[in-house]
């Protein structure tokens, strides 16, 4: 049985595409996924391994760069002590 999952997509997908995953995930009877990006889920990724640092942040902005493929993708925020405001 599985529980609940998490899926990414690129951030150029379109809504179609979007929910062409969320149609996927409903005919393999999944009754519980979110779906995000992948820029704001690098950013989660970052604060799950950095957490005790994120704490620590005050009203910081935080720019992450990552390469998928070919392309680079570009992730920011802002950071006030646990909070993040995605950009």
């Not at 005919?27 to 604060?47: Q, V």
């Not at 005790?52 to 992450?64: A, H």
């Not at 990552?66 to 920011?76: A, G, H, K, M």
Request: aromatic residues 8%; charged residues 30%; proline residues 1%.
């Amino acid at each position: 049985n599985i529980g609940k999952i998490v899926i990414t997509y690129p951030i150029s997908f379109t809504t179609q595409e979007k929910q062409s995953i969320e149609k996927i995930c409903q005919l393999a009877r999944l009754k519980e996924f979110e779906l995000i990006d992948e820029t704001t889920a690098s950013i989660l990724e970052f604060k799950r391994n950095h957490l005790e640092e994120f704490k620590s942040f005050k009203d910081q902005q935080l720019i992450l760069l990552f390469t998928i493929e070919n392309s680079l993708e570009i992730s920011c925020c802002r950071v006030n002590n646990d909070n993040i405001i995605i950009k």
